[in-house]
Antibody, heavy 119, light 108 residues
């Protein structure tokens, strides 16, 4: 069983940058595909990006391609999301999740971290 | 872009059976997953690979698949099952993950 904890959220101005972290404990982090999912206030879940166990494959939703970068450091049991050129519609709760496949089976979730983009 | 379609809401009385459907063109090729989310909480996976139930998930939750649709069935609905439910799958290539829009289950 892996436990996930997000950090790095907060208030940022439009056009700014933020780096989210997801720290894992309790199990072998390197066994999992890792994923970022967000949820705007009052809205549904939106998949953003995922990264393979060894970091060799990364996939993004079109709306964040070129602005967001997913990465991981298995030695530190951590995953990251570098977010640049932030916009108001990026305001959301951001969750990290882990699973067996790129395509789903997200059986481990963090509690989420809030990102607010506002001037 | 690929989409999964769910009804926005489903209402049932306690003890009845709730069925939430999710449709998508790639579902015959890609597994579907179901997540439950209660207010202020992270999602929890309730069904994986169309019909498998993770350990610790009550037996009243089941999943099925038929063609381009999958269904989450909750038998003997309880008040604690009131939540948002999301189906999740991937496009035909398996590299682009997608969530359905979510279904709010109301227990009357």
């Amino acid at each position: 069983e892996v436990q996930l904890v997000e950090s790095g959220g907060g208030l940022v101005q439009p056009g700014g940058s933020l780096r989210l972290s997801c720290a894992a404990s309790g199990s072998t982090f390197s066994n999992y595909w890792m994923t970022w999912v967000r949820q705007a206030p009052g809205k549904g879940l939106e998949w953003l990006a995922n990264i393979k166990q060894d970091g060799s494959e990364k996939y993004y939703v079109d709306s964040v391609k070129g602005r967001f970068t997913i990465s991981r450091d298995n030695a530190k049991n951590s995953m990251y999301l570098q977010m640049n050129s932030l916009r108001a519609d990026d305001t959301a709760m951001y969750y990290c999740a882990g699973g067996e496949y790129a395509s789903g089976n997200f059986d481990h979730w963090g509690q989420g971290i809030l990102v607010t983009v506002s001037s | 872009s690929y989409e999964l379609t769910q009804p926005p809401s489903v209402s049932v009385s306690p003890g009845q059976t709730a069925r939430i459907t999710c449709s998508g063109d790639a579902l015959p090729k890609q597994y579907a997953y179901w997540y439950q989310q209660k207010p202020g909480q992270a999602p929890v996976m309730m069904i994986y690979k169309d019909s498998e139930r993770p350990s610790g998930i009550p037996e009243r939750f089941s999943g099925s698949s038929s063609g381009t649709a999958v269904t989450l069935t909750i038998s003997g609905v309880q008040a604690e099952d009131e939540a948002d439910y999301y189906c999740q799958s991937a496009d035909s290539s398996g590299t682009s993950v997608v969530f359905g829009g979510g279904t709010k289950l109301t227990v009357l």
